[in-house]
């Protein structure tokens, strides 16, 4: 059974940074692209970055500049790394496969820019 769990949100001041952390079990994560997704209140979920198993990258344009995906194969983890927050960024991250599969939608993880 294939599980997503999400990590490293929080509260954070505009302009501030975070870091976030996904670590897959089971077998999916070498063979599949991974994306990082958000959920603002009122919104549809979003696809905001994604990276391949090979390590090319595309982000929305909202976050292009700001936002660095990267992926650790070896301990199956996919990060996210946000810089320049700004409000609006604020949302409930998930990542996923790129494209997402229903099945393997986690918690997620609540990221809140406000000072």
């Known amino acids: 059974q294939v599980q997503l769990v999400e990590s490293g949100g929080g509260l954070v001041q505009p302009g501030g940074s975070l870091r976030l952390s996904c670590t897959a079990s089971g077998s999916i994560f070498s063979i599949n692209a991974m994306g990082w997704y958000r959920q603002a209140p009122g919104k549809q979920r979003e696809l905001v970055a994604a990276i391949t198993s090979g390590g090319s990258t595309n982000y929305a344009d909202s976050v292009k500049g700001r936002f660095t995906i990267s992926r650790d194969n070896a301990k199956n983890t996919v990060y996210l790394q946000m810089n320049s927050l700004k409000p609006e960024d604020t949302a409930v991250y998930y990542c996923?496969?790129?494209?997402?599969?229903?099945?393997?939608w986690g918690q997620g993880t609540q990221v809140t820019v406000s000072s």
């Open positions: 996923n496969t790129e494209p997402a599969e229903y099945a393997y």
